[in-house]
């Protein structure tokens, strides 16, 4: 394994310790989602991204917006690491007066936008990408969907006006962990076939393993996918992936860890950074 | 009162003469831009419209992520829709993370008449008074709604400027400054206050002038800014006229009446007062003009309100 991967997969298992951190000391959190989207977090931060604390206000910076608020753990995981803001804050997510609270705000350094209804990302995202365009800057667009907020209709209005208007410098990920907090995605409300919607839709479309650290980099690095249409990463990830008894299950939408459950965490997490460290 | 333009023709003339010298000036617009009285303004400045088409949602969620990146945004669409379809976007979006869109609701209230309440806006100063971070500006008059759109051009927070498409006469002094966040006195009284907001202004100063004849001194205020509300003139005018009428082409919940109510009440002041607005009932079909005779929205009807208002004194 090469030392970047190394160094990436390495800190994805600590962003996964983080997050069970934030979770149980805020006794609620969405550790499903937050483990489904890590990977992707960890390489568009590390890899991806042309942000830091320093030039948070640089005209030329790229914009993430994270549509999938609810998911926002491992958003403050990401940005801590970052030295958006000190990692000791992360103890106070959720409590009274915090800034940390449970969904995105513009109050904590780093967030572009504040989202946790969800269906609104993708429009926000397009308005940047337009401005971008318009003002002849080279920044990225960049904005993480979950696939249960795809029953919004208003994500279909901002992708047709995203292809309409050819927004190369727009690139949409779609976390495609199957799940929504009331089962499988396909018995809720069928996405299927959801590659095939999307390039209807006019975007170019890439399918990815969302757990894959390289393959991740390698395709958000190669965006825009095609030039003049808007760039699809369908990203294929597994909700409450790493820690096992967590994989797949509905349940953990929202659940936060007992204690026993997150001495177990621990163990497998442990297992795995060394597992890495061998390697 | 000779007539002049719709403040809707205004809007669009100045919008137009910012434009050109800004090219940060941006409309997004639901194919709504002849409505809008825009279609010049496309034509000369193409590259300063985004079009969404019938896609309200979407107007508002773009324009704030163009806000976000320093562009100067006005989301221009029939208020009727862009206050309800995407009032969670005006919420989220534009109002909670801070990005300084100005909507534009454009033939607000009853301007679409007999087109039905799927087309009236008599919902929306209710709803956009609850949500945080958004002024509410209802001009009265080609001079308020000029004044208004430079203010908001100027202006680094979000705002809603209500629009109606009826011509209006001149109501606002000349002498009289215009600042967002206060109310014009346009005609000066010592026995009764109208408060009035956007078309019904014109209405509210034919009342009084009717009055006046009958040796019965009004006062008028152009309540523009409809939030936050300019406190002080409506507990002066209460106090120096011992009655208040408000008057507006909104719902009678949670409009202009409601908050000077609560304005009153909260400072003590236990003046004779009624609220003229729109009842809670399916309403009667009709033009503008017929719709507001029918509820009272009349030189007549207003008149002999504050008759009875003042009855006892």
């Known amino acids: ?279 | 009162m000779a007539m002049g333009k719709p403040n809707l023709d205004i809007f669009a003339e100045t919008l137009l003469s910012l434009a050109r010298s800004d090219r940060d000036v941006l409309v997004v617009t639901s194919d709504s831009r002849g409505s809008g009285r825009l279609s010049g303004y496309a034509q000369e400045l193409p590259e300063q419209i985004i079009e969404t088409g019938i896609a309200e949602q979407n107007v508002i969620g773009i324009s704030a992520g163009l806000a976000s990146a320093g562009k100067k945004v006005f989301a221009v669409s029939p208020a009727c829709f862009i206050t309800a379809r995407a009032l969670e976007q005006i919420k989220n979006d534009v109002c909670y993370s801070d990005h300084p869109v100005r909507v534009v609701g454009i033939s607000a209230g009853v301007s679409y008449g007999a087109l039905g309440a799927t087309h009236h806006s008599l919902h929306d100063i209710a709803a956009l008074r609850a949500i945080h971070n958004i002024m509410i500006v209802v001009p009265a008059d080609s001079l308020e709604t000029r004044e208004a759109i430079l203010a908001a051009y100027a202006a680094p927070y979000p705002l809603y400027i209500r629009l109606g498409k009826a011509p209006m006469p001149d109501v606002y002094p000349a002498s009289e400054p215009f600042r967002l966040g206060t109310c014009a006195r346009i005609r000066d009284g010592h026995d009764v206050t109208y408060v009035a907001c956007g078309e019904t202004v014109p209405v509210a100063l034919g009342a009084a002038e009717a009055l006046a004849a009958q040796g019965v001194s009004c006062r008028v205020l152009s309540m523009h800014t409809v939030k936050p509300l300019d406190e002080q003139a409506l507990v002066s005018a209460a106090r120096e006229t011992g009655a208040v009428i408000s008057v507006e082409e909104h719902s009678a919940h949670g409009g202009l009446g409601e908050a000077c109510a609560t304005v009153l009440l909260r400072h003590g002041l236990h003046v004779p007062f009624d609220l003229v607005a729109i009842p809670d009932e399916h309403l009667v079909s009709g033009s503008q003009n017929e719709v507001f005779r029918h509820y009272g929205l009349s030189v007549e009807s207003l008149a002999a309100t504050a008759m009875r208002l003042i009855g006892g004194r």
């Open chain 1, 1 to 279: 394994m090469e030392t970047s991967e190394r160094t990436l997969r390495l800190k994805s298992v600590s962003y996964r310790e983080a997050i069970l951190r934030i979770i149980s000391q805020a006794g609620a959190g969405h550790t499903g989602g937050d483990l489904s989207a890590i990977d992707i977090l960890n390489v568009l931060y590390n890899r991806i991204l042309n942000v830091s604390p320093q030039t948070a206000s640089d005209p030329d910076r790229d914009r993430f917006v994270q549509s999938k608020g609810h998911c926002v753990e491992a958003l403050y995981a990401v940005l801590a690491d970052r030295g958006f803001f000190p990692s000791a804050e992360l103890d106070t997510v959720c409590r009274y007066g915090s800034r940390l609270i449970g969904h995105p705000t513009r109050a904590v350094p780093g967030i572009e936008h504040n989202t946790g209804a969800l269906g609104h990302g993708l429009a926000v995202a397009v308005g940047m990408a337009l401005a971008g365009r318009l003002d002849g800057r080279s920044y990225r667009v960049f904005t993480l969907l979950g696939d249960g907020e795809l029953d919004e209709g208003s994500n279909w209005e901002a992708s047709m006006a995203a292809a309409h208007y050819g927004l190369d410098n727009l690139i949409v990920i779609v976390d495609r962990n199957g799940l929504q907090i009331t089962g499988p995605t396909e018995q809720v409300n069928a996405l299927e076939p959801l590659a095939d919607k999307f390039r209807s839709f006019g975007y170019a479309l890439r399918q990815v393993d969302g757990h894959d650290i390289p393959a991740l980099v390698e395709a958000l690095a190669s965006a825009p996918f095609e030039r003049g249409k808007p760039s699809l990463l369908l990203a294929h990830t597994v909700k409450g992936k790493g820690i096992s008894f967590a994989e797949n299950q509905a349940g953990w939408h929202h659940r936060v860890p007992s204690a026993a459950e997150l001495e177990r965490a621990w163990a497998e997490l442990a297992a795995q950074r060394a597992a890495l460290e061998g390697s």
